[in-house]
C-alpha cells in the first residue's frame, strides 16, 4: 500500500511542477521575455528532506528555506545525498544578525537584507569565511508593521551603503506584498518594486533581480518583471 502511496504522491509532483513550470513560461513569454529569464524558488520550508529530494529529482534545482536552523540540516542532508546535482539555496525569510555567520555558509542568495546593520554583519562574516556573499534588498512596501524589509524612503540609502561592501554582491531586490485573495490587487506592489529598481538603475546602480510572486500571484509578479518567483504550496502542497 505504502509503495503505491509514493508513487501516486510521486506523480502528483510531478504535475504540479509541470504545471508551474507551464505557467511561468506562458507568463514569461507574454511579459515579452524568454522563460529562462525567470528563477523558479522552490519554497521547502516544513517539507521533509525526502520529499525535497524526490522534487530535486524532477528537475528541482534551486531550493528556498525560510529559516535558518530548520534549513541547516535539510542542506547537509542534501549535500550527502543528492551529490550529483548543482543545487543553489536560498534564504527567502527574515535573518536574524546572530544568524548571519550561519546563513552565509549555507546560502548561495539572501533574498532578506533588510537594514544596512545586518548588510553589515553579513558582509563581516563573509569577509570571515573568504566568500562574496549573493544578496538581495526586501523592501516594505506596504508599510505593514508586522512585515519586514527597508522602507521605501531608505532603499536608495541602503542600496548605496551595501554596494560599497566589498564582501556582498547586491544583485537586486525582493518584496513580499499582502495577501490578497485576487492577484491583480498585489499586482501595483510589484509594479512599484520594479519601479523602485529603475529608479536605482538611473543613478548606477545595477539590481537585475527582482524577487517576487507566490503561489497565490507569480503570475501576475511575472508580467510585472520578476526574475524570481519563491513558490511553496504549488509545488508541495499545503503546509501543515
Ligand atoms: C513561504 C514563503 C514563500 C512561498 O509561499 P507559497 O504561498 O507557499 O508559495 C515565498 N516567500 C517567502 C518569503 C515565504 O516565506
Redesign the pocket.
Known amino acids: 500500500m505504502d509503495e503505491i502511496r509514493n508513487q501516486i504522491e510521486y506523480s502528483v509532483l510531478l504535475e504540479r511542477i509541470k504545471n508551474v513550470y507551464r505557467k511561468i513560461s506562458s507568463a514569461a513569454i507574454r511579459s515579452g521575455r524568454s522563460p529562462f529569464d525567470v528563477t523558479l524558488v522552490a ?1 521547502t ?1 516544513t517539507v521533509p528532506y525526502e520529499r525535497i529530494k524526490e522534487g530535486v529529482d524532477l528537475g528541482l534545482r534551486v531550493l ?1 528555506e ?1 529559516r535558518v536552523q530548520e534549513a541547516q540540516g535539510k542542506i547537509e542532508a542534501c549535500k550527502l545525498q543528492c551529490a550529483d546535482y548543482e543545487l543553489e539555496w536560498h534564504l ?2 527574515h535573518l536574524q544578525k546572530n544568524k548571519a555567520k550561519a546563513a552565509v555558509h549555507l546560502f548561495h542568495l539572501i ?2 537584507l533588510d537594514s544596512i546593520s545586518l548588510a553589515q554583519e553579513v558582509n563581516k562574516h563573509a569577509r570571515k569565511a573568504g566568500k562574496i556573499q549573493r544578496v538581495l534588498i526586501q523592501v516594505n512596501l506596504s508599510e505593514e508593521e508586522t512585515k519586514h524589509g527597508v522602507p521605501r524612503k531608505d532603499l536608495m540609502d541602503t542600496i548605496k551603503a551595501v554596494f560599497g561592501m566589498k564582501n556582498l554582491k547586491l544583485e537586486g531586490l525582493m518584496t ?1 506584498p499582502p495577501y490578497f485573495e485576487n492577484p491583480e490587487t498585489a499586482r501595483p506592489f510589484f509594479r512599484e518594486l520594479r519601479e523602485c529598481r529603475d529608479q536605482a538603475e538611473k543613478k548606477g546602480y545595477h539590481l537585475p533581480e527582482l524577487s517576487m510572486g ?3 500571484d507569480y503570475e501576475a509578479a511575472i508580467l510585472e518583471g520578476a526574475t524570481i518567483v ?5 509545488i508541495f502542497g499545503e ?1 501543515s
Do not use: L
Not at 519563491?230 to 504549488?234: C, M, N, P
Open positions: 519554497v520550508k528556498g525560510n527567502v525569510g533574498h532578506s513580499m507566490m503561489t497565490n519563491r513558490i511553496g504550496t504549488a503546509r
